[in-house]
């Protein structure tokens, strides 16, 4: 299945966007309550999502939104943080990342989700202005089809909620 609309040089697959980034934590990534600094972690994940917003699309990328950016646990001194982010919809000229963070115990290799948040992502031209991402997304799973479908549900939320102005 594949979204979006007809794209000159084809389409690519959602794992070619995939990208990991892995962190230790140290001192200065730390707040005043001895925690992952949530700043810190949003420049983090502003970077990967980037990354993999610009493997999909071969141009340069701004952020313009982050969406449902949610801290579900913290992270410590010494912990080892994984990011992982890939693209989940394309538009004309924007596109759509998950990125999902995890703290691994190292003991054990376990790894627990910390965050998980949508960015919107805009190909821009040489001037920073918007142009057309010459790729289009295709799913090859059902994780991956169904991460799209909900991605094109959140997109027409966004865009309704710009029209409202909310």
Known sequence: MTQGHTYELGYKPVGSSRTIATRMLR???????????????MEWIDDAAGIAARRHSGCNITTVAVDKLEFKYPAFL??????????????RTSMEVRADTYVEDTRTGERRMINHAYLTEVCIDDEGRPKPIPW?????????HAECEAARKRAEIRRLRRVEGI
Request: glycine share 10%; hydrophobic share 40%; aromatic share 6%.
């Open 136 to 144: 289009g997304l295709v799913a090859q799973n059902a994780e991956e």
């Open 27 to 41: 001192h200065e990534d730390m707040n005043g309550s001895d925690r992952l600094f949530g700043g810190r972690l």
């Open 78 to 91: 010494n912990d080892i943080i994984t990011i992982e982010a890939w693209v989940t919809h394309v538009e």
